[in-house]
């Protein structure tokens, strides 16, 4: 499967999250069932928001990261939050591509394995936006608030490398998108996507101690339970 298919079809699962049980909800309940519309709560204004996550690559050519991280934001309105967000890899994988070629150049002797390099920490301070939020019913009994948000943020990446190659510090813009379900008051499920830009040789031949540097788009799939802090809510106006 393509990358591109692959960035897709992580998108499309985002999206389902929210749609498709709300969707289901839409053709089982009718007006007469619905709960009455009241004013929606500010789910996020002036409250402190922890998450931590867990989140792996899902572009890399040659090694496969996975990590876990934490997220903080503070929103000052309910559309807008400012914060950081850390994630460290504790554990890195060849991928098919990274088994074929060591298998293809390995002689009697002599490692054909190449040097490989993927995110191994990345630390930034992120704005968010929400554009979209309300509120939907699963399966036609049970409330769920959501939101749908926007991240754009830059900060500091350091590769993690196998063979020769050494790690280096980076700069690393990043964007990405997310949603939220909210089960209570304080707690929320996330999951979302983030694409780190970052320059840097991904990999290198067996004895090369450098490769070639280009700069690649890191996808990173995450997903973490939010707590938001202070849980006094109030209603729109």
């Known amino acids: 499967m393509s990358q591109t298919r692959v960035h897709r079809l992580l998108l499309g699962v985002v999206v389902a999250a929210v749609v498709l049980p709300a969707v289901a909800s839409a053709q089982r309940a009718t007006l007469q069932d619905a709960p009455p519309i009241r004013q929606p709560l500010k789910w996020r204004a002036e409250r402190h928001q922890v998450a931590p996550q867990f989140g792996f690559t899902v572009n890399d050519t040659y090694s496969r990261a996975f990590s876990v991280g934490l997220t903080y934001r503070y929103y000052f309105y309910n559309w807008f939050g400012l914060g950081a967000d850390i994630l460290a890899t504790y554990a890195t994988m060849d991928t098919a591509l990274t088994e074929k070629i060591t298998a293809e150049l390995t002689?009697?002797?002599?490692?054909?394995?190449?040097?490989?390099?993927?995110?191994?920490?990345l630390a930034n301070a992120t704005l968010t936006f929400v554009p979209l939020y309300g509120k939907m019913m699963w399966f036609g009994t049970l409330p769920v608030s959501y939101d749908l948000q926007i991240d754009v943020g830059a900060g500091l990446g350091r590769t993690t490398t196998t063979g020769l190659l050494k790690a280096e510090n980076l700069f690393a813009p990043m964007w990405g998108i997310g949603t939220r379900l909210f089960f209570n008051d304080w707690v929320a499920l996330e999951i979302g996507i983030k694409d780190y830009f970052m320059n840097y040789a991904p990999r290198a031949p067996a004895?090369?101690?450098?490769?070639?540097?280009?700069?690649?788009?890191?996808?990173?799939?995450?997903?973490?339970?939010?707590?938001?802090?202070m849980p006094t809510l109030e209603h729109e106006q």
Not at 207 to 229: H, I, M, P, R, Y
């Open 207 to 229: 004895g090369d101690t450098e490769g070639a540097k280009e700069w690649t788009q890191n996808f990173v799939f995450t997903v973490g339970v939010s707590f938001f802090l």
């Open 107 to 121: 002689q009697p002797g002599r490692s054909g394995q190449p040097s490989t390099a993927a995110p191994g920490f």
